[in-house]
Nanobody
């Protein structure tokens, strides 16, 4: 069982920045796919970004390209989502997810991932 612990959510004005963190044992070890998703009430969970721990290939959905960055710190077993130029439409509950011993073949599919964090709220005001 892999428990993921998220932090870093909060409220920010449009144009601001936030960094989300997701930590877990052996999270960045070996060949895993680590993803960030977001969800607003009444809508499906949306894949935002992902990173392959082996090689560091990153993936971003179109709406966040150029604004968000995903990275990993292997020493801390932590994955980060750096969010810049935030917009009100980025407001959502953000979840990190891990696909253990798996490539990011379907980086934005919830079924790709075995483990999920509890979520952290991001609110962007205009």
């Amino acid at each position: 069982q892999v428990q993921l612990e998220e932090s870093g959510g909060g409220s920010v004005q449009a144009g601001g920045s936030l960094t989300l963190s997701c930590a877990g044992p052996l999270l960045t070890y070996s060949n895993n796919c680590l993803g960030w998703f977001r969800q607003v009430p009444g809508k499906e969970r949306e894949g935002v970004a992902a990173i392959s721990t082996f090689g560091g290939t990153t993936y971003f959905t179109d709406s966040v390209k150029g604004r968000f960055a995903i990275s990993q710190d292997t020493a801390k077993n932590t994955v980060y989502l750096q969010m810049n130029s935030l917009k009100p439409e980025d407001t959502a509950m953000y979840y990190c997810a891990a696909a253990i011993d798996s490539l990011c073949t379907r980086a934005y599919a919830t079924l790709q991932y075995n483990y999920w964090g509890q979520g952290t709220q991001v609110t962007v005001s205009s």
